[in-house]
């Protein structure tokens, strides 16, 4: 699913440095899915088509509201903590649980965290 998000960034440079990120989320034994991409910037075709894959609109985190600046815009630690599985980390209800990422990386969309994100969430995501 997340390499079909992914496909359709704006272009090839978008591609290469762009991740998006699925999220399984469980809360009250009810699972759901949650979508970001990295910056949580995802294009308006790439939201339609989580749309079309069953992501709930309002679990799809995309835009300035969903971001946080740490170190102004540009700055390393605003860029870490808006990774894609990071916006929805923050992002999702409180009590929940994130089960499982689907997740396109980079230009070889790769389905795993870059270094960072998996020193962050330890291996069990």
């Known amino acids: 699913m997340a390499r079909e998000v992914h496909n359709l960034a704006r272009d ?15 809360k009250d034994g009810v699972s759901s899915l949650y979508a970001s991409g990295s910056g949580a910037s995802l294009n308006p075709r790439q939201r339609e088509k989580l749309e079309e894959l069953g992501v709930p609109k309002e679990n799809i985190f995309s835009g300035k509201k969903f971001k946080v600046f740490i ?13 894609a599985e990071r916006v929805i980390e923050r992002n999702i209800p409180l009590d929940s649980e994130i089960k499982e990422f689907g997740i396109s990386w980079s230009s070889k969309q790769k389905n795993e965290m870059c270094p960072n994100c998996k020193e962050h969430f330890g291996h069990s995501h």
């Open 71 to 83: 170190d102004g815009e540009r700055g390393i630690q605003t860029k870490l903590a808006n990774h």
């Open 12 to 26: 090839e440079r978008a591609l290469r440095s762009q991740t998006v990120s699925i999220a399984k989320v469980e």
